[in-house]
């Protein structure tokens, strides 16, 4: 049971006045919490550039991937060829930024396509598309894909190296020294 005298009129007020912050103390904490987060944003944009670089990078290992197994399956030569129908695409011919299909070499029938989502720099060594053997073999030595940011100043870039045998490694920067 309560006392009668347990919400006096001193008691109240002392409750009011105790909850909460005042405007000040808001205003500071808000003021910290911009300062701070001002100081995360270059390194947050960095991350999410270089996660966007490392998943088209992925995205072009597996589709080469799959493109040997594709030709190995069904015995006959295929090509990846880069795509042109996107607004950061360049018109040159070693411009891969808008992403790649495989087709058959021969009549051109288009087996897989895959477009390229955020506004990357990808190019390719040549400016012919990479064949694929029937026996799985990729293209030749020396064959390179880099994938860039195009925000200059973060410097983000993979290079995915095509070495003796079909082996792929990849490998950050852009060029594939050893």
Do not use: Y
């Amino acid at each position: 049971m309560q006392s009668p005298g347990f919400f006096t009129p001193h008691r109240l007020r002392t409750l009011i006045t105790t909850q909460g912050f005042t405007l000040v103390e808001l205003l500071v904490c808000l003021s910290v919490l911009g300062i701070m987060a001002s100081f995360a944003m270059p390194s947050w944009q960095r991350l999410q550039e270089r996660s966007r670089v490392e998943a088209t990078r992925d995205q072009l290992i597996n589709d080469l991937q799959a493109a040997r197994v594709r030709a190995l399956q069904r015995g006959e030569t295929l090509q990846l060829a880069r795509l042109r129908d996107c607004t950061w695409g360049t018109s040159t011919d070693n411009d891969w930024s808008c992403g790649w299909q495989l087709v058959v070499k021969t009549n051109q029938t288009v087996l897989q396509t895959s477009q390229v989502q955020t506004p990357l720099q990808v190019t390719f060594a040549k400016t012919d598309p990479l064949d694929i053997s029937q026996r799985g073999d990729l293209g030749t030595v020396g064959d390179r894909w880099v994938i860039k940011s195009r925000q200059t100043a973060l410097n983000i870039a993979n290079v995915l190296c095509l070495s003796s045998a079909s082996r792929l490694r990849w490998q950050s920067g852009e060029s594939c020294s050893n």
